[in-house]
T-cell receptor
Framework: GQNIDQPTEMTATEGAIVQINCTYQTSGFNGLFWYQQHAGEAPTFLSYNVLDGLEEKGRFSSFLSRSKGYSYLLLKELQMKDSASYLC??????????WGAGTKLIIKP | IAGITQAPTSQILAAGRRMTLRCTQDMRHNAMYWYRQDLGLGLRLIHY???????GKGEVPDGYSVSRANTDDFPLTLASAVPSQTSVYFCASSDGHRSTDTQYFGPGTRLTVL
C-alpha cells in the first residue's frame, strides 16, 4: 500500500528553528509537495522537490532524499503566524497526489 | 481575483437527502479535484477531472458523483447522504495533471450529516 508518515504534532519556540520530517512509501515517485494549512482554512503551496537536495525559499527550506524515501521541511526564525499544520504529499506513478495526515506545529512565545 | 470559490461554506444535512457542493474556478485550469479531509487522516481524493468533459474516480468515490460540463465548474453530488460523509470538502484545481503542477484549493465546505 501507499503510505506517508509525519509526526502528528510538534512544539517549538518563537525565533527558533524546527524540522518537520516526512517519510513515504508509494508506487512510483514523481515529486513531493509541502503545503501549509492554518486552522479552518485551505491548504496553500509551500514547496516542491523532485530532485535530491535542499530547496531554499526565504525562511522555509525543503529537503529530499529519494533513495531514503525521506523529506523534511525546515522553518527558521519561527513566527507566531507559522502555527499551522504542514502537509506532505507525494505524486505517485499515476500522477495522483498521496497526502500525509499533516503535522500540527504549535509555536510558543 | 477570486481563484476558487466553494458553496455553501457549511451545511447541516439530514441523512438520506441529496446535496450538491459547488466549485467554480476562474483560473482557466484544466484539472480539478474533490477531496475530503477528516481529523487524523490525510486529504483523500474523491473524484478528479483532467479536462472538461472527463472525470475519474479517486481513492474514496463511493456515494459521490461529479460532472465537468465546462472548464470552470466541478460540482460534487451526494445522492443520498450518510453520517460517514460528515467531513470538510475541498475543491482544488491545477493547470494540468503533471507531477509539477501545483494544486490550488478552495476555502472548503464543512458538511455535517445527521
Amino acid at each position: 500500500g501507499q503510505n506517508i508518515d509525519q509526526p502528528t504534532e510538534m512544539t517549538a519556540t518563537e525565533g527558533a528553528i524546527v524540522q518537520i520530517n516526512c517519510t513515504y512509501q508509494t508506487s512510483g515517485f514523481n515529486g513531493l509537495f509541502w503545503y501549509q494549512q492554518h486552522a479552518g482554512e485551505a491548504p496553500t503551496f509551500l514547496s516542491y522537490n523532485v530532485l535530491d537536495g535542499l530547496e531554499e525559499k526565504g525562511r522555509f527550506s525543503s529537503f529530499l532524499s529519494r533513495s531514503k524515501g525521506y523529506s523534511y521541511l525546515l522553518l527558521k526564525e519561527l513566527q507566531m503566524k507559522d502555527s499551522a499544520s504542514y502537509l506532505c504529499a507525494v505524486t505517485d506513478s499515476n500522477y495522483q497526489l498521496i497526502w500525509g495526515a499533516g503535522t500540527k506545529l504549535i509555536i510558543k512565545p | 481575483i477570486a481563484g476558487i470559490t466553494q458553496a455553501p461554506t457549511s451545511q447541516i444535512l439530514a441523512a438520506g437527502r441529496r446535496m450538491t457542493l459547488r466549485c467554480t474556478q476562474d483560473m482557466r485550469h484544466n484539472a480539478m479535484y474533490w477531496y475530503r479531509q477528516d481529523l487524523g487522516l490525510g486529504l483523500r481524493l474523491i473524484h478528479y477531472s483532467n479536462t472538461a468533459g472527463t472525470t475519474g474516480k479517486g481513492e474514496v468515490p463511493d456515494g459521490y458523483s461529479v460532472s465537468r460540463a465546462n472548464t470552470d465548474d466541478f460540482p460534487l453530488t451526494l445522492a443520498s447522504a450518510v453520517p460517514s460523509q460528515t467531513s470538510v470538502y475541498f475543491c482544488a484545481s491545477s493547470d494540468g495533471h503533471r507531477s509539477t503542477d501545483t494544486q490550488y484549493f478552495g476555502p472548503g465546505t464543512r458538511l455535517t450529516v445527521l
